[in-house]
């Protein structure tokens, strides 16, 4: 059914018009349209490796449900719903994932605390490969990328 003539933007109002999305293009099915500054949106699973609780682990680290307005993903039918004023999303397998958020100064440290356990080991590996050790020959070299 074609959208009638006065439904339609005119030629000069072309802003007004929906974002078509291609047929066969990438859908954003989990993006977060409306998030507020300062904080670092992200979606936890309810269970991770058959365990239950891992949203409390983020409750207890200064995470929060996000329960603010806001659009997830593209427009389709199975769009993300509110359980109890939160956010959430079916990922498969049975599992919901629940759209939470952090303050960007939590979210650092953990960056910062990830990248120095990542580098821990990585010194530890270089250490035991370049050990010179019996049977053991050549040199290993890893390095990182900087991600901005």
Request: glycine share 8%.
């Amino acid at each position: 059914m074609r959208p009638k003539l006065e439904d339609r933007p005119s030629s000069t109002e072309r802003a007004d018009r929906p974002t078509r999305v291609p047929i066969h293009g990438r859908r954003s099915v989990l993006e977060v349209k409306g998030q507020e500054p300062g904080y670092h949106y992200f979606w936890a699973n309810d269970i991770v490796n058959n365990a239950e609780g891992n949203l409390d682990r983020y409750l207890d680290a200064g995470y929060e449900f996000v329960t603010h307005q806001c659009i997830v993903g593209d427009r389709k039918v199975d769009a993300a719903t509110s359980i109890g004023g939160k956010i959430s999303k079916a990922v498969g397998n049975g599992v919901t994932a629940f759209l939470m958020r952090c303050p960007d100064e939590i979210y650092h440290e953990e960056l910062a605390f990830m990248t120095h356990a990542a580098d821990e080991v990585t010194a530890g590996i270089k250490a035991s490969l370049n050990s010179k050790e019996e049977g053991k020959y050549g040199e290993v070299k890893i390095s990182n990328r900087e991600v901005v």
